[in-house]
């Protein structure tokens, strides 16, 4: 990505020594191998403990020795590699420097496509008629403008590929950039030495397919880029930027809110700051830190924290933490060190192009010397080299597991799921813990009427009638809960909101309350025994009650039930030997319940968990197996970006989603569980369409070192290649 912060400058890197960790932007970095580079330069740096260097948020997290570590050395072995280093950026700089990165890396894709559309209609044209535009005048002229064609996509499409190999090889871990450069270079001096000879046989056609084949995969790879910093985004997104203090006639920026200042938070509106409450009692939603729907009640003296929505009534907050420093601000912080913590995927193939890179160098080089040496003559031995270095071009290798995603995206997209990179598809395929968060995803995520009770005499559609008319057209939980759809606020009704509940008085004068039992008797009425008894469905619910001219008519009891088939859903995963367990913010005894429903023993559940200690126990879990955490909620958001596959469930808040790699859209868990299968029988599909790839490789190679295969049978053995892996990933099962 390009830079798009100024880089720190030595004096100011000294000054970080004695914290001993930082988190830095790494500007210019544009593959997964660039990350590997940097990360293996920067831990070479004395004093350097462990360096962590994440492509997916353009950033690097550096522990190091205060007593030992060269900070200034580090920024020069950065400057080195042909990065600039820098503070960390916000969210939407990242956003924009890759929106203005994926603009000008579809730019270079379209050149590509557009004269590699041209060079391949010849290359078919020869191998259609291949006496005639082979070796003759008419075929010599075609190579020469396939060459000519092939030239601005070798010199602009794919100069950020060569740029970024040069940087591997330089530190020492080359990657499918690294090959597909060498593989073109290649494949480009064995054109321009058979053009210069009079023949025909030029290979534009291979140097234009690995060049777009990369460039596509490059796309998918910076759109998850991209997809990191929107989650973080999307979360700074939720806590409102204005404040307003008791002494102000208005709004002010919250960052200039200091502690000790006295805020006002109005019924309904977001608290911009934590705090202490001092006058007024309310109930917050506090789900954007807890991921519980359930509104909890806060007295004076308690704690209010950013991001919370006040629901009830006005209060006045004295601030306890400022921007910055503001438990959101923490949580924050910790998933950007999530982002750049957790170690970029390898591919498969990435990892086989380290090892073959090396390998096909040495060897190319020792055929040109041992040719030379046994009286092949130069020439001779050059082209053999050469025909080493294209052979070993990874023209099937590059596409065994983009083709592959692609094909099997494809079917998950037609049952609700998305993945999100080729990446999320390979880790998903080896999954063994499952972290499952609670509200949301096992349950409904929203308060529902389980059970309802009325009074003798009392019809129970009349008392969903009377709440309906009370709730309508006010956004809250419970009042979405008791509201009818289809019906909106009438005018001919006098309505009245309080803290805990609303009365409305009727059109023949009627009083009637919907509300908690203790609004009610603070208001004077009095409630029979049998109003507060609990059933065994009712036991952990909310009650509402409803009362006419001071009547008790009845009440409901709000519950977060069950989503469909979660009980089935977990039983079937643990059936096939993944190991689940809840992670949850609500308390221990609502946790419980649900575990006990979906078949989770009490060992299985962890609860009470704030949004940093679901990450903790993520990083816990790794470090056995692969681990994934699935949730639905804006606090899941870090969990979700320390798991290896951050998982989105249906009905997920905009920054779980941003922060997920798989989402499944529709179908819930039992759609997730069908995600997870078809992902380990992807991952299967890649390893067997790489094998492929590498016997291709391992029998070509020694015939094009003994001079058996010319560079236009290999050319063709490439193009069966590509089409025998191609075919391998669309097929069916």
């Known amino acids: 990505m390009s830079a798009a912060t100024a880089s ?28 590997a580079a940097t990360e293996r330069v920067v831990a070479r740096v004395p004093g350097v403990t462990r360096a962590r260097v994440s492509f997916a948020t353009g950033s690097a997290l550096v522990d190091w020795d205060p007593d030992r570590i060269d ?30 990165e994926l603009g000008r890396l579809g730019l270079r894709l379209a050149v590509a ?29 075609l190579s020469i403008i396939a060459m000519g064609l092939v030239t601005p996509v070798v010199g602009f499409s794919a100069a950020p590929f060569f740029l970024a190999g040069w940087r591997t090889l330089r530190a020492g871990i080359p990657g499918m950039d690294a090959l597909v450069s060498i593989g073109v270079i290649g494949a480009g001096v064995l054109s321009v030495t058979e053009l210069i000879q009079g023949g025909a046989h ?177 020439e001779e031995s050059l082209l053999r080299a050469l025909s080493v270095v294209v052979i070993a071009c990874p023209c099937a290798l590059s596409i065994a597991v983009p083709v592959t995603f692609l094909s099997f995206a494809e079917r998950a997209m037609g049952r609700g799921v998305l993945f999100r990179s080729p990446a999320t598809m390979e880790q998903a395929g080896q999954l063994r813990h499952l972290l499952i968060d609670k509200t949301g995803t096992l349950t409904r995520g929203e308060p529902s009427v389980v059970e309802t009770v009325t009074a003798d005499g009392v019809d129970e559609a009349e008392l969903q009638a009377l709440a309906a008319q009370a709730e309508a057209g006010i956004d809250h939980p419970v009042a979405r809960a008791l509201q009818d759809p289809a019906q909106g606020p009438d005018s001919g009704i006098h309505r009245r909101r309080e803290g805990r509940g609303v009365t409305i008085t009727l059109p023949d004068g009627d009083e009637v309350r919907v509300g908690s039992r ?77 575990a006990a429903d979906v078949g989770l023993a009490g060992d299985a559940v962890v609860a009470g968990c704030r949004p940093e200690e679901k990450a903790d126990r993520v990083l816990a879990a790794q470090a056995e197996a692969p681990t994934a955490f699935i949730g639905d909620g804006i606090n899941d958001s870090v969990a979700m970006a320390a798991a290896d596959v951050g998982v989105a469930i249906d009905g997920a808040s905009h920054a779980a989603t941003s922060s997920a790699g798989l989402v499944v859209a529709r179908g819930g868990l039992p759609a997730l569980a069908s995600a997870l299968a078809l992902a380990r029988s992807a991952r299967g599909r890649m390893r067997q369409n790489l094998g492929l790839a590498l016997v291709y490789n391992g029998l070509a190679i020694p015939l094009a070192v003994a001079g058996v295969i010319p560079p236009s049978a290999a050319a063709l053995a490439m193009l069966a290649s590509s089409l025998s892996v191609m075919a391998n990933a669309a097929r069916p099962g």
Request: net charge neutral; hydrophobic share 45%.
């Open 518 to 594: 203790r609004w009610l008797t603070e208001a004077g009425v009095d409630l029979p025994a049998r109003a507060t008894e609990h059933s065994d469905r009712s036991r952990a619910a909310t009650l509402i009650h409803v009362t006419r001219n001071g009547e008790w008519l009845g009440r409901f009891a709000l519950g977060d039930p069950l989503r469909p088939a979660a009980a089935e859903t977990v039983r079937s995963l643990r059936a096939r030997g993944f190991r689940v367990a809840m992670v949850t913010g609500d308390g221990p005894e609502p946790a419980h319940r649900v």
């Open 71 to 100: 900070l200034p050395g580090l920024l020069h072995a950065v400057e080195r590699l042909g990065y600039a280093i820098g503070p960390p950026r916000a969210p939407e700089e990242t956003v924009a420097a890759i929106d203005g």
């Open 113 to 141: 496509a557009f004269f590699g559309m041209w060079v391949m209609v010849l290359a078919i044209m020869r191998y259609v008629e291949p006496t005639a535009l082979g070796n003759t005048p008419v075929g010599h002229t």
């Open 202 to 378: 030029v290979y534009a056609d291979t140097m234009v397919m690995l060049i777009v084949l990369l460039s596509i995969g490059r796309m998918v790879e910076m759109r998850t880029v991209r997809r990191a910093a929107t989650a973080i985004g999307a979360l700074e997104r939720e806590v409102p930027e204005r404040a307003f203090p008791v002494s102000g006639n208005g709004p002010v920026d919250a960052a200039s809110i200091a502690v000790g200042d006295r805020v006002q938070v109005a019924a309904g509106a977001r608290v911009p700051l934590d705090g202490e409450l001092v006058e007024g009692a309310t109930r917050v939603d506090a789900s954007l830190l807890t991921g519980e729907s359930t509104p909890v009640s806060i007295a004076p003296g308690g704690t209010l924290h950013a991001g919370t929505i006040n629901l009830d009534a006005p209060v006045t907050v004295v601030v306890t933490a400022a921007v910055g420093d503001r438990r959101i601000d923490r949580i924050l912080g910790r998933m950007v060190e999530m982002q750049g913590n957790r170690s970029e995927i390898t591919r498969l193939a990435d990892g086989l192009a380290r090892v073959l890179v090396p390998g096909a160098l040495a060897l190319a080089a020792g055929v040109a010397v041992t040719g030379t040496a046994f009286g092949l003559g130069f």
């Open 8 to 35: 720190l400058s030595r004096d100011e890197m000294a000054e970080l020594a004695p914290a001993g960790r930082g988190l830095f932007s790494i500007e210019g970095m544009w593959c997964p191998s660039c990350a």
